[in-house]
């Protein structure tokens, strides 16, 4: 399996000519392809900056970046990169470009050149991966925000991209939209995408194959979900609450129970407790 994205040392600072504070400072990391890696930190270390670069919005200030083996620092590479690696953002409506959905959904791969014969098929396809096939002639207006969600990641989708970063894309979401993008984005995934989820929600990272913790725009550490949400000095230097289940975990043990095993997910909490 090849990389999907190598970062060796990158800096970045958002105002070069002041004081630079790094938004990104010796920042490196490798996501395998068809990997499932999820990004947490707190507010304002450096997530977004990094999900930009991956998606050749940002360009490289300093260090080394290749996406879908392409040199992120040659300016040639940038378009290509955006069509390998999609990001869908935080507010779906900031995504359409249309109204109707066929035709936002035909926006994407026009605008990569894909040849006109081949864009409906395209659309059709995207639809039915989010499961909305159907959904060509109706207006983005009426849908709900998981929906509109939805379309927005079927845009991406459409320019057939093989990375898919997601940046907070639940956080305006009801429970059951936040369900049904969840959903879809597993499915991604298990289809062989490559997905970058950030988020600032600790329990939708723990179906991640790793976990990469953001502290002050450097990488504090990556690992699985288990290493990571176990590990409560790591836990305690990011600011982040651990699962419920690791929290229950940790709580009967300070009270003197200790259960057989530390569970990520509600089935094995009950798991652990029937034991
Ligand atoms: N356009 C910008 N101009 C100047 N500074 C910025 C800009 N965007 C981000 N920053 C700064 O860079 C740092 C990292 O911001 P970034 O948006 O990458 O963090 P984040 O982890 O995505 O935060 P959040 O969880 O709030 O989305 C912050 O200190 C932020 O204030
Ligand atoms: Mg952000």
């Given at each position: 399996m090849k990389e999907a994205v190598q970062a060796k040392h990158l800096v970045h600072t958002y105002s070069p000519a002041g004081n630079g504070r790094r938004s990104l400072d010796d920042f490196s990391l490798t996501?395998?392809?068809g990997e499932f890696l999820a990004i947490l930190g707190h507010n304002g270390c450096g997530k977004t900056t990094l999900a930009r670069h991956l998606n050749a919005l940002l360009a490289v200030q300093?260090?080394?970046l290749t996406v879908a083996c392409l040199d992120a620092r040659n300016s040639a590479n940038v378009w290509k990169i955006r069509q390998r690696a999609g990001?869908?953002?935080q507010n779906p409506d900031n995504q359409f470009v249309s109204s109707v959905i066929g035709e936002d959904l035909a926006f994407g791969p026009r605008n990569f050149g894909?040849?006109?014969q081949e864009i409906p098929r395209r659309i059709q396809q995207a639809l039915e991966t989010?499961?909305?096939s159907g959904y060509e002639k109706r207006s983005t207006h009426?849908?709900?925000g998981g929906q509109k969600q939805r379309i927005a990641i079927a845009g991406v989708l459409a320019a057939?991209?093989?990375i898919l970063i997601f940046d907070e894309v639940t956080s305006m979401l009801d429970p059951e939209g936040r369900r049904d993008v969840l959903g879809t984005i597993g499915r991604l995934h298990a289809r062989g995408r490559t997905v970058i989820l950030i988020s600032h929600d600790i329990e939708e990272a723990v179906g991640a194959d790793r976990v990469a913790l953001i502290h002050d725009g450097r990488l504090l550490a990556v690992g699985t979900p288990r290493e990571m949400f176990t590990d409560a000095d790591l836990m305690r230097r990011t600011g982040l609450t651990p699962p419920l289940p690791v929290r229950v975990y940790n709580d009967l043990r300070e009270?003197?129970?200790t259960l057989p095993f530390c569970p990520l997910t509600m089935e094995e909490l009950e798991e652990a407790l029937c034991r």
């Open positions: 996501v395998m392809g300093q260090g080394e990001m869908v953002f894909v040849p006109e989010v499961g909305m009426l849908l709900s057939e991209p093989d009270r003197g129970i």
